[in-house]
T-cell receptor
Framework: RKEVEQDPGPFNVPEGATVAFNCTYS??????FFWYRQDCRKEPKLLMS???SGNEDGRFTAQLNRASQYISLLIRDSKLSDSATYLC???????????FGPGTRLSVLP | EAGVTQSPTHLIKTRGQQATLRCSPI?????VYWYQQALGLGLQFLLW???????NRGNFPPRFSGRQFPNYSSELNVNALELEDSALYLC???????????FGPGTRLLVL
């Protein structure tokens, strides 16, 4: 089983739609969780960290369920500019490296 | 504040040659991470340097090596290049505590 798994995608949604990304991780000792976005042929950029209480940044909401080892990202009112690959990232603790999921590609259609 | 910089942006080599890629972290960051991203694939962790020392290594052969300099910049060396080494090589830097990492634009390596 891979350490971090994500929905295989791609997701093709119309503008204004709500889209949810799912991610599961295998290491129950993981402590830090993030969502990154990567545009085509560009470097990944940090979208948001994910906290146990859940957190929101504008149209983006991230949730963490430690018991289920599951992380989610919800995008509301999707824009054309949201089209990208969304990467789930997990880290056990400071002494360990970051583990990236394979990513889920999103295309927001006009 | 300047972000993570990488050089060169593109590199073309032939099989068997050596490639050297460079990365300068964000000022104040002490950690540098190297990743390989082959076309259409996810990021594969290569190496992590912090305070001048190698902290962790991914599942890559020994011909992938690197170092971190006293100014925290880093170099990735790939010896005996193979065709499958063609990829985007990304460097990321992390601050003290290393809670998050920020990526540079990458070096595209093409091995012919």
């Amino acid at each position: 089983r891979k350490e971090v798994e994500q929905d295989p995608g791609p997701f093709n949604v119309p503008e204004g739609a709500t889209v949810a990304f799912n991610c599961t991780y295998s290491n129950s000792a993981s402590q830090s969780f993030f969502w990154y976005r990567q545009d085509c042929r560009k470097e990944p950029k940090l979208l948001m960290s994910v906290y146990s209480s859940g957190n929101e940044d504008g149209r983006f909401t991230a949730q963490l369920n430690r018991a289920s080892q599951y992380i989610s990202l919800l995008i509301r009112d999707s824009k054309l500019s949201d089209s990208a690959t969304y990467l789930c990232v997990v880290r056990e603790n400071y002494g360990q490296n970051f583990v990236f999921g394979p990513g889920t590609r999103l295309s927001v259609l006009p | 504040e300047a972000g993570v910089t990488q050089s060169p942006t593109h590199l073309i080599k032939t099989r068997g040659q050596q490639a050297t890629l460079r990365c300068s972290p964000i000022s104040g960051h002490t950690s540098v991470y190297w990743y390989q991203q082959a076309l259409g694939l996810g990021l594969q962790f290569l190496l992590w340097y912090d305070e001048g020392e190698e902290r962790n290594r991914g599942n890559f052969p020994p011909r992938f090596s690197g170092r971190q300099f006293p100014n925290y910049s880093s170099e990735l060396n790939v010896n005996a290049l193979e065709l499958e080494d063609s990829a985007l090589y990304l460097c990321a830097s992390g601050g003290p505590g290393g809670e998050t990492q920020y990526f540079g634009p990458g070096t595209r390596l093409l091995v012919l």
